[in-house]
């Protein structure tokens, strides 16, 4: 009985953080909105590359891990498309995931842009006990060296309009509700919607402060907020703290490194029973600006120094 409880805990934080990956990380928000929806899809008019990796609940064994890289940028203008994988292991579970994204940013006025984006997925989840320490006379399922597969497919849609420096998005991050396949109830992917909004704040030619905010809900399920507020300096230091569902708080840094290359770390720890498990949570970010930066447009990206003032221009 001694082992029980750690195995629910793991099995319940397996299910929180693989069944639900679609919900948005802090690194994302600071530094790569492009998960955040498919209309942020190329919306800095530059190729941008990040690679991202989590450790959940530190410290505790068999506590999930995700890691995973995407790319986006624009072909011509005003058009972009965006790409990622994404893998997530807890224990005997295993997510891969694939998206493929796309839009079109149309300029509607002076300052203002209204973007309309889409994309596919394809994900597959397996359950391996073949290493599974449990007594084979009281667990002949779970010791009988299977391992159990499934596929999903899935689609999204977003659409963001931005003022600026202000942005405001809602978006279906799970279109089509899936049956479960087999005996896999973490195939199941119900209906999923977000709402997503910033507002990065200039303050002199260096300093800015930018407050955002997103929204998850996922049929049958409590929502999900996030809050964070980050301040830069000229793009080249920032930090930011957040505070999300759960009670959890959290508190990063990162820095741009000759405007081409950036790194931002978080650290995450939650307030409630559960989530406070462990040594909190690490996120580490890495960013890459691919080729020629566009200044004219990206106002929010942190490859541009705060310094240039932005003309809001795909030009």
């Not at 064994?61 to 498309?81: D, E, Q, V």
């Not at 994404?86 to 998206?99: E, L, N, S």
């Not at 002949?140 to 420096?165: D, E, H, I, R, V």
């Not at 899936?178 to 119900?190: C, D, I, R, V, Y």
Request: net charge positive; aromatic share 12%.
């Amino acid at each position: 009985m001694s082992k029980i409880y750690p195995l629910l805990f793991i099995l319940f934080a397996s299910h929180a953080a693989i069944s639900q990956n679609a919900i948005i990380r802090d690194n994302e928000l600071v530094v790569n909105p492009y998960p955040v929806s498919p209309s942020y899809t190329g919306n800095q008019a530059q190729h941008e590359f990040f690679a991202s990796y989590i450790n959940h609940f530190a410290g505790v064994a068999g506590a999930p891990n995700s890691a995973w890289a995407n790319y986006n940028g624009h072909l011509t203008k005003g058009f972009g498309i965006g790409g990622s994988f994404r893998f997530d292991q807890a224990g005997a579970i295993r997510k891969y995931r694939i998206d493929i994204s796309a839009a079109y940013h149309a300029k509607i006025g002076n300052g203002h842009k209204l973007s309309a984006g889409w994309g596919v997925n394809v994900s597959t989840i397996s359950i391996d006990f073949s290493n599974s320490n449990s007594d084979p006379i009281n667990d002949p399922q779970l010791n009988s060296q299977t391992l159990q597969n499934g596929l999903a497919f899935n689609a999204n849609l977003g659409l963001t309009y931005t003022y600026k420096t202000f942005g405001i998005t809602i978006a279906a991050p799970a279109l089509i509700p899936m049956a479960k396949s087999g005996n896999l109830f973490l195939l199941t992917q119900p209906l999923h919607l977000r709402a997503h909004s910033f507002y990065d704040i200039r303050v002199g030619r260096k300093l800015s402060i930018k407050p955002q905010v997103a929204l998850d809900y996922i049929l049958k399920s409590p929502i999900n907020y996030n809050a964070i507020v980050s301040v830069k300096y000229a793009n080249l230091v920032w930090v930011n703290a957040g505070f999300g569902a759960q009670n959890i708080i959290s508190a990063g840094l990162g820095t741009c490194i000759s405007g081409r290359f950036s790194i931002q770390y978080t650290f995450k720890h939650g307030l409630n029973t559960l989530s406070n498990k462990g040594f909190g949570s690490h996120e580490i970010c890495m960013g890459v600006l691919i080729g020629k930066p566009n200044n004219s447009s990206n106002t929010t990206s942190i490859f541009i120094k705060t310094s240039k003032i932005p003309y809001h221009d795909w030009e």
